[in-house]
């Protein structure tokens, strides 16, 4: 039959536009679908930051494989930015929170370089990219519709995407990478995209610079986003259900007290919601032939998107091209 395109995207986050940038870069003739909008990359803050998630968010018994499971990730930036002419900052991050000593030992001890400072912790091996200006990056070049896609069913030799706005489009291949929110799919990749939870989240932002560089501490930080400075942020199961205000003040007081200040500026705040699976790694792989997941990265899309879009990369051009 005849395809609209090679391959489909549907998303245009982190990990949906990361995937399309590489293939575009490959010479595939690849469209992404996505109504637009904000998502949870472009109301991030950003952050490219192995150390600190590791420090912070163990996940099993095995800290130390899971750190160098993220420092391979971050590792696959500097080529990835470069590629896409995204702007790589790599100004590290402070730990002010408390027990610096304690950081700073097992920050050692998970392979990072730190070392102790009037501040509290220095880590140069944290970086971070502007979410606006990364995506924005990522999509030049790019032929995007702007609808929400509402079923993709198989078809001969590939696969049909049916959008909200009754027209549709088909592709030898199809990239599933819309966050929570999923059309109509085939029974396998229902099953599959069934094992990913809503993780909300808040952040605020203020015009009042308070640091010169990413500062982290137990329950949230701070990065310099503009002339001002980004505060986040909340973990929320299930999606955005929890009592806003308490959420928002929790979060405010733990940054005033890391902080010492008494005031943070006035503030606008922004939500997203983000998947994440049992393991907190993301879902990638081929579901059904030529129907691939890049999906659920919990809060580490933008650390995580260069190797989901080499592997699904990888799967896109192992699979016959018919």
Not at 1 to 19: E, K, P, Q, R
Not at 88 to 95: F, K, M, T
Not at 100 to 126: H, M, N
Not at 161 to 180: P, Y
Request: include cysteine.
């Amino acid at each position: 039959m005849t395809f609209s395109c090679d391959i489909v995207v549907l998303g245009a986050g982190a990990l949906g536009l990361g995937v399309a940038a590489e293939l575009r870069a490959r010479g595939r003739d690849v469209r992404v679908v996505d109504p637009g909008g904000a998502n949870a990359s472009s109301v991030a803050a950003g952050m490219i930051a192995p150390a600190m998630e590791s420090l912070l968010d163990p996940w099993d018994a095995d800290p130390a494989g899971r750190a160098a499971l993220l420092r391979q990730a971050r590792d696959l930036w500097p080529g990835f930015a470069e590629r896409h002419g995204i702007e790589l900052i790599r100004d590290g991050v402070d730990w002010i929170g408390e027990d610096p000593d304690g950081v700073a030992a097992r920050l050692d001890a998970l392979g990072f370089a730190a070392g102790r400072t009037a501040a509290g912790v220095f880590c140069p091996e944290d970086w971070r990219v502007d979410p606006a200006r990364a995506l924005a990056a990522l999509g030049q070049g790019l032929e995007r519709i702007a609808v929400r896609a509402k079923a993709v069913v198989a078809v001969d030799g590939g696969w049909r995407v049916t959008l909200e706005d009754g027209k549709a489009l088909s592709a030898r291949q199809g990239v599933l990478a819309t966050g929570t929110t999923f059309p109509a799919l085939p029974e396998a990749a229902a099953r599959a995209v069934g094992a990913v939870s809503a993780i909300g989240g808040r952040l605020a932002f203020t015009p009042r610079a308070l640091v010169e560089r990413p500062a982290r501490f137990t329950g949230g930080y701070l990065v310099p986003m503009g002339e001002g400075t980004v505060i986040g942020a909340t973990m929320e199961v299930g999606g955005l259900a929890g009592d806003a205000a308490a959420l928002q003040d929790g979060l405010l007081a733990r940054a005033r007290r890391a902080l010492g200040l008494d005031e943070l500026g006035p503030m606008e705040w922004r939500t997203g919601v983000r998947g994440a699976t049992a393991d907190g790694l993301p879902l990638t792989g081929a579901v059904l032939p030529g129907l691939h997941l890049a999906l659920a990265p919990r809060r580490n899309g933008w650390l995580m998107a260069p190797t989901v879009a080499a592997r699904t990369v990888e799967g896109i051009e192992a699979h016959p091209k018919g």
